[in-house]
């Protein structure tokens, strides 16, 4: 079982920065691919970025590439989110997630375990 809790989220101006983290209470948590996905209210949950078991592969939605930055340190079994020049339209509830595959990275069926998620607010 892996149970993962996410900090860093809060409310910012347009233009500010965030840092996610997500923190994994399993010590293999090196085996396992990670990613981060978003929920707007009255929107399905989508995928933001994803970092594979090794750190050595990254992905990122569109609106995401050259903002946002994934990252990891697996003697922490923790990833990060790294968001700068955050706009309104990022406001959103951020998970994050773990798998054990390396399958479809982008759809959160791929993903077994989820953190509770946190709050980013962006005002304009």
């Known amino acids: 079982q892996v149970q993962l809790v996410e900090s860093g989220g809060g409310e910012v101006q347009a233009g500010g920065s965030l840092r996610l983290s997500c923190a994994a209470s399993?010590?293999?948590?090196?085996?396992?691919?990670m990613a981060w996905f978003r929920q707007a209210p009255g929107k399905e949950r989508e995928f933001v970025a994803y970092?594979?078991?090794?750190?050595?592969?990254?992905d990122y939605t569109d609106s995401a590439q050259g903002r946002f930055t994934i990252s990891r340190d697996n003697t922490k079994n923790a990833v990060y989110l790294q968001m700068n020049s955050l706009k309104p339209e990022d406001t959103a509830v951020y998970y994050c997630?773990?798998?054990?595959?390396?399958?479809?990275?982008?759809?959160?069926?791929?993903?077994?375990?989820w953190g509770q998620g946190t709050q980013v607010t962006v005002s304009s």
């Open positions: 970092i594979s078991w090794s750190g050595d592969t990254t």
């Open positions: 997630a773990a798998s054990i595959r390396y399958s479809s990275f982008t759809h959160t069926a791929t993903y077994d375990y």
């Open positions: 399993k010590r293999v948590f090196s085996n396992y691919h």
